[in-house]
């Protein structure tokens, strides 16, 4: 017989299935709550409010979609070029983004909330010191300073279009066109120009 999930994962996935299919501003309590089978009073006890769970949630859900990420982009065999590697990171984060689209709304979200309430900037802070190696990890970055601060300006790159793309659809960008601009970066950083 299987353990229990305890109340606070059972809110935790039952604010992530609710952010799923509601606007998060109709994500409330109740609904959480009853998504979960968890008594009310058990969001204040294991998280201290509701917008403090939604973050909580938006913070793992967005772990589990590098994880995702990470999946996709390590079909990759061992010694492929990491340009591929890349492409193949970045075009799962895209593919994927439709099925994350409620999420990455409750991401800019909580990226307001934070600027007045510290729990919810405290439990992004964290997600990100967390992202930010994961990412180098995963883009095969390195995981010295200067590979994780890569990661952290990958990471920046990917939620900035993330929001972009929620604004209009015509804004994504997929892996290809991502690679050409980043080529054109690097060229022009070593001075190569276009």
């Known amino acids: 017989m299987s353990p229990q999930p305890s109340n606070r994962t059972a809110l935790l996935e039952g604010a992530l299935r609710c952010l799923a299919r509601m606007p998060v501003d109709q994500v409330s309590a109740r609904a959480v709550a009853a998504e979960s089978g968890a008594n009310l009073a058990s969001i204040g006890y294991h998280f201290g409010s509701k917008d403090a769970l939604v973050t909580a949630a ?29 492409r193949r990171a970045v075009d799962a984060a895209d593919a994927s983004r439709g099925e994350h689209e409620g999420l990455a709304r409750a991401y800019v979200v909580a990226l307001g909330r934070a600027q007045h309430d510290p729990v919810v900037a405290e439990r992004l802070i964290d997600g990100f010191r967390r992202t930010r190696p994961a990412v180098a990890s995963v883009l095969g970055l390195g995981a010295d300073d200067i590979g994780v601060d890569a990661g952290a300006l990958m990471h920046a790159m990917f939620t900035g279009l993330l929001v972009q793309s929620l604004l209009d659809e015509d804004l994504a960008l997929s892996g290809d066109r991502i690679a050409d601009a980043l080529q054109r970066i690097a060229d022009t950083l070593a001075g190569q120009g276009n």
């Open 58 to 86: 938006v913070v793992a859900g967005l772990d589990r979609w590098l994880d995702e990420i990470a999946t996709r982009a390590s079909v990759v065999r061992a010694g492929a070029d990491p340009a591929d590697r890349f």
